[in-house]
């Protein structure tokens, strides 16, 4: 009887430790995560100390600009501006060489927000003076706010899948393929 009701407690206690295990690393460090779903739908989510997410607004073809209202990076000296850029490869950066060009400008206290500016499709840097991840990488800043340091978490699924417009300019196509078809073989 007290084997089975051991047996018993450990496997409540299990969920209950996994669950204070996985909060405490989700609340560890701050972190951005920024998702490509098309090339033109940008999602973003801020855990930081003041939590936000949402659709970033398009501004151009595969370009994205949207503010964080809290310190995502820190300026270096008060007055100037931090200013930092990242890339993450595109899902076929191996035979493409295009890059998902992140930059974060942080000016003055957190207060004033981080403007975060996403172009994707872009050349890789030819200098390559910028970090680069592999696509779905984490970043982490190496001079952040945070005495636990932000990170950054950018996954392109947009050019993994047709977007809405691709699809329905291919369907467009098919039907007045067929269309055309059927035109020749009635007159056959």
């Known amino acids: ?18 669950g204070f295990a996985f909060t405490a690393k989700a609340t560890g460090t701050p972190t951005l995560t920024m998702t490509e779903v098309s090339s033109t739908t940008l999602t973003y989510s801020w855990d930081g100390t003041t939590p936000q997410s949402g659709t970033a607004t398009e501004t151009s073809p595969d370009h994205w600009t949207f503010t964080i209202n809290d310190a995502v990076v820190s ?10 850029d990242v890339q993450w490869e595109e899902p076929d950066y191996a035979t493409s060489s295009l890059v998902n ?3 974060f400008y942080q000016y ?23 970090p680069t991840e592999d ?21 392109d699924d947009g050019d993994t899948v047709p977007d809405g417009g691709a699809t329905v300019g291919l369907l467009g196509m098919g039907l007045i393929g067929l269309a055309s078809l059927r035109m020749r073989l009635a007159r056959a």
Do not use: E
Request: net charge positive; no cysteine.
């Open 101 to 103: 060009w992140v930059n």
């Open 75 to 84: 300026y270096v000296i008060p007055g100037t501006p931090y200013n930092i």
């Open 108 to 130: 003055g206290p957190a207060a004033n927000g981080t403007v975060v500016t996403v172009i994707s499709d872009n050349p890789l840097d030819p200098n390559h003076t910028y």
């Open 1 to 18: 009887m007290q084997k089975n009701t051991s047996i018993r407690r450990l496997a409540f206690m299990v969920p209950i430790i996994l």
């Open 135 to 155: 696509n779905g990488q984490i970043y982490t800043f190496p001079n952040p706010p945070a005495p636990s340091g932000n990170a950054v978490q950018f996954t």
